[in-house]
């Protein structure tokens, strides 16, 4: 096992700069998840980590040793792949064992290794199947085994799970979490489900076009988004954000926004000058429907599932249409005008010119 770390690691073909100066640092057996929007250069990351692209510029170290000059093959990394890569005229056995070899590996050990694997896998039954003889969730599973099997410093995943039905999806990925719980090995696993990357993740890094925008914890990204992106990219349904005007700052920011009228918010707006563009940030679950004074909000439909409610609308100050989501089970008329209201903690303010976010007061 082995840490990461990727220094100002830049990433272009021909003219098209894809990676733009990434700077990143996972821990000896951490579980950090890329996510980010399709095309924002998740699988180049990967790609580079694991040798099969080379860098435009910076550095890439595995366990503290730069690895530029390293073939993928002496980089101590396996990758799995969202197409299985499976060789498909092989049994499980022979796809686990294959490639072994050339680790001078002897007989039985080669052996030991890949009955350890399928037993921690549960594909013990299969030993002796070719994989059009399996279904995706076991393919996938073989996939998994191949990469455990040759005691990786650090395991790659390319959106395993996306070829799996969606029961599926939920049961491997538990499994995966489970793996990484037994191996304690450096993973780094890549998807743009941002619920995977939630319940999976040690820590999430966050990427938009070749850039970073933020690497912390679930609860950190979800509770502080550092901006707009990654507060409307984490968390669903997506942050309602309203247009909004610094009033005064310095010690408590008077802001006014859309139809909340004047909000007295604990954020820190620096020394902004009264008048900037801003916008608030509230998610549909902080936005809830009052009996007293709030704002007014006009119900397009509503979805109510079961013990839970999901409110489309909107306000007044905002084209947008705006979210609520109720925790119990509630009856909205289409037309209907209602009043809501938010915590002021929960309100998330960012520059309208840079999507920053401002910072809470201490
Ligand atoms: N070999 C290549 N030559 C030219 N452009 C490339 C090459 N590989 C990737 N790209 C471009 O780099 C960008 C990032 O691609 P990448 O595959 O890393 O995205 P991704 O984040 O993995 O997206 P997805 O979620 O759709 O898999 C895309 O615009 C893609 O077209
Ligand atoms: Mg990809």
Excluded at 61 to 88: C, H, K, T
Excluded at 172 to 183: P, Y
């Amino acid at each position: 096992m082995a840490s990461l770390q990727l220094d100002a690691v830049f990433k272009s073909f021909g003219d098209a700069e894809i990676i733009k100066g990434v700077d990143l640092e996972v821990k000896d057996g951490e579980f950090v998840v890329f996510v980010g929007p399709s095309g924002c250069g998740k699988s180049t990351l990967l790609r580079l980590i694991a040798g099969l692209d080379k860098v435009s510029g910076g550095h890439i170290r595995i366990g503290g040793n730069d690895v530029q000059a390293l073939s993928p093959g002496e980089r101590g990394i396996a990758m799995v792949f969202q197409s299985y890569a499976l060789y498909p005229h092989m049994t499980v056995r022979e796809n686990l064992s294959f490639g072994l070899q050339n680790f001078k590996l002897s007989k039985e050990v080669i052996e030991a290794k890949v009955l350890e694997a399928v037993r921690m896998l549960a594909m013990e039954p299969y030993l002796e199947r070719r994989p059009r003889d399996l279904s995706g969730g076991q393919r996938q599973r073989v996939a998994i085994g191949r990469a455990i099997v040759r005691d990786p410093q650090v395991f790659l995943f390319d959106e395993p799970l996306s070829n799996l039905d969606a029961a599926l999806r939920v049961q491997t990925r538990a499994e995966i979490t489970r793996l990484h719980q037994r191996l304690k090995a450096t993973m780094i696993y890549v998807t743009h489900d941002q619920v995977e990357a939630m319940t999976m993740a040690d820590r999430i890094a966050v990427l938009n076009a070749g850039k970073l925008e933020q690497f912390g914890t679930p609860e950190e990204l979800f509770m502080h988004p550092a901006n707009r992106f990654v507060a409307r990219f984490i968390g669903s349904p997506s942050m309602n954000v309203f247009p909004a005007k610094l009033k005064s700052g310095g010690a408590t920011a008077e802001i006014e926004a859309a139809d909340f009228g004047t909000l007295t918010l604990p954020v820190d707006a620096g020394d902004l000058p009264s008048g900037t563009a801003l916008e608030i940030g509230i998610r549909p679950q902080h936005l809830r429907p009052t009996e007293g004074a709030g704002a007014a909000y006009t119900v397009s439909y509503a979805e109510s599932i079961g013990t839970e409610t999901y409110v489309y609308g909107n306000m007044a100050g905002t084209s947008d249409e705006i979210i609520l989501h109720i925790p119990d089970h509630r009856k909205f008329v289409p037309g209907q005008v209602i009043s809501v209201a938010v915590d002021p903690s929960l309100v998330h303010v960012f520059r309208a010119d840079t999507g920053v976010t401002l910072p809470a007061r201490p």
